[in-house]
């Protein structure tokens, strides 16, 4: 008797930890290779231990749509699409487009960042709520790097939108650390380790 109510125990255990796995769904808006999603999710397991599920493919919603410059997608409105949209069993949403994303770059005081004809609608490679549930990443700005690069930067900036979902802000620890802000550039990308410094694990198991 007293091993059955063990071996009960260790069931509901088990079963606990099972039910408090944090999922991540990746959504993707186009046709992404099986090899590039796949990349993604190993990259996301690895680094935060989260399951991740790939979710039916979506067209992107025509009200993200803008042509201030040259024609995108908001990203901000992806966001908010995404969130709204987020099945119910999954805790993330992580969604992914070949197409062009832009928001608009602020100061600290809200006031956009100058000058405002180039800041009002900025082209980024991803953007993500810190402490929410969505993010969104833009392969348009590498998407002709070879396909070991491409898998590479794609990792690296969904592993940095995700970071922001746990409540990460960029990081000023001077490391190589996957949270540093890109700065406007693909290299600042490239010259980062697809790692948490020691600070932002921490502050991740305190979130």
């Not at 993200?64 to 908010?80: E, H, I, S």
């Not at 062009?100 to 980024?124: E, F, L």
């Not at 930067?153 to 650390?177: A, F, M, T, Y």
Request: include cysteine; glycine fraction near 6%.
């Amino acid at each position: 008797m007293k091993q059955f109510f063990f071996l009960l125990l260790i069931f509901i255990i088990i079963a606990c930890d099972q039910k408090k796995q944090t999922k991540v769904g990746l959504q993707p808006f186009d046709q992404l290779s099986n090899e590039v999603l796949d990349s993604i999710a190993s990259a996301i397991n690895s680094k935060y231990g989260f399951e991740v599920y790939k979710l039916p493919q979506k067209g992107l919603p025509e009200i993200a749509f803008t042509k201030v410059k040259t024609p995108r997608y908001r990203a901000d409105t992806l966001l908010r699409f995404l969130k709204r949209n987020k099945p119910d069993s999954i805790n993330y949403i992580l969604g992914l487009t070949q197409q062009d994303i832009s928001t608009t770059k602020r100061n600290p005081d809200g006031t956009i960042k100058k000058p405002a004809y180039k800041y009002k609608d900025w082209g980024v490679f991803g953007l993500g709520y810190v402490s929410g549930p969505s993010s969104i990443v833009s392969t348009y700005r590498y998407k002709k790097s070879n396909q070991s690069l491409f898998i590479e930067r794609v990792q690296k900036i969904c592993v940095h939108e995700l970071g922001h979902n746990l409540g990460l802000k960029h990081c000023q620890s001077g490391k190589p650390c996957v949270m540093q802000d890109a700065a406007e550039s693909i290299k600042t990308i490239d010259n980062v380790d697809n790692i948490l410094c020691s600070s932002c694990k921490r502050k991740i198991n305190h979130h």
